[in-house]
C-alpha cells in the first residue's frame, strides 16, 4: 500500500500504484497473486472493482470469495462454471438419496423376516387339548378371536408392496444407480 510496503496482488498485476484507499489491497494480499490473476482473468479489474464499491464494507470479504469460487470454476468449465458442479452435486445427492430408500427397503424386509410369530395369550396355556376340537389349534384360536386383527389382515396391507418392490430394485434402479 503506501510507501515502503509492496503493493497488492492486483495492483502488482495491473503494475500501478497502490494507494492508501486501493478497494482491492484488503482481499487481494500480495502473497497471493494468483487469487487475483484468476478473478481478473473471468470478470476483469473494472468490473471486481464496481462490484465491490457497490457493496457495504463488511460484505466484500465474502464477495471476493465467492468471485474466486465462481472464477475457479469457471476456468475448471468454461460453459457450465459453478453450475456445473452445483448440478453434479446434485444429482450426487439425488443419487445417494436413492441408495439410502432402497438400503432402508432392506432393512425393512430384514426386521419383517426376522420377526418372530406372535406369541399367544396367557388364557391360551390354560386350554387343554381336549378343549380344542380334531386336535385344529389353529381354527379354535381363529373362531373365538384370539389373534390381533392386524395379523389377520397382514397379507393385504401395504407393507407387502413395499417388499416386492424391494426385491425388484435390481431390475427397477439397476439403469439409474450408474448415471455419472
Known amino acids: 500500500m503506501g510507501s515502503g510496503h509492496s503493493p497488492c496482488a492486483s495492483c502488482k498485476l495491473l503494475r500501478r500504484r497502490c494507494t492508501k484507499d486501493c478497494t482491492f489491497a484488503p482481499y487481494f494480499p500480495s502473497d497471493d497473486p494468483h487469487k487475483f490473476a484468476i ?6 479489474a473494472s468490473n471486481i472493482s464496481k462490484m465491490l464499491q457497490e457493496l457495504p464494507v463488511h460484505q466484500r ?19 457450465y462454471g ?3 458442479a452445483i448440478s453434479y452435486l446434485q444429482n450426487e445427492v439425488s443419487q445417494l438419496q436413492m441408495q439410502l430408500a432402497v438400503a432402508q427397503a432392506e432393512i425393512l424386509c430384514i426386521q419383517m423376516q426376522q420377526e418372530q410369530p406372535p406369541m399367544l395369550p396367557p388364557s391360551m396355556e390354560t386350554i387343554s387339548d381336549h378343549d380344542l376340537m380334531d386336535n385344529d389349534k389353529s381354527s379354535f384360536v381363529y373362531n373365538n378371536n ?10 393385504s396391507s401395504n407393507s407387502t408392496n413395499v ?6 430394485r435390481e431390475s427397477f434402479f439397476g439403469h439409474d444407480m450408474h448415471v455419472s
Open 61 to 79: 470479504a465474502d464477495a471476493v470469495s465467492s468471485l474466486v469460487y465462481e472464477a475457479n470454476a469457471r476456468v475448471r468449465d468454461p460453459v
Open 163 to 168: 417388499i416386492h418392490d424391494s426385491l425388484k
Open 82 to 84: 459453478c453450475v456445473g
Open 146 to 155: 384370539m389373534i390381533p386383527h392386524e395379523y389377520l389382515n397382514y397379507s
Open 39 to 44: 478473478v481478473h482473468k473471468v470478470f476483469g
